[in-house]
């Protein structure tokens, strides 16, 4: 487990962007091809990051729905693992 971790270590892989349509909360967000449609492929980044939605929000998520189920550092470890599996899918493609 991390200790003491104040914000998400996000490495701005882009790789939860390049996967939305494998959860149903970011279907939505699906271009048609798994990408989310405020990802830029030239970037590699968010059009829209400043202004991005609650669900692209691992904080916000975490005040929003799972504060009361988890410690800040486990929803963090949760994430981290998640990050993990789509480094592997991403290696896979």
């Known amino acids: 487990m991390h ?20 959860a149903n909360e ?12 405020h990802y830029s492929d030239a970037d590699k980044r968010c059009n829209i990051y400043a202004d991005r939605p609650d669900i692209c929000r691992v904080d916000r ?14 929803f963090v470890d949760i994430n981290l693992e998640i990050c993990s599996i789509l480094w592997k899918v991403s290696e896979k493609s």
């Open 3 to 22: 200790q003491g971790i104040s914000t998400f270590p996000c490495t701005q892989c882009g790789l939860c962007c390049q996967h939305v349509n494998l």
């Open 26 to 37: 970011t279907k939505p967000l699906d271009r048609g091809d798994g990408t989310c449609k």
């Open 61 to 74: 998520q975490y005040e929003l729905h799972y504060a009361d189920q988890y410690s800040w550092n486990e």
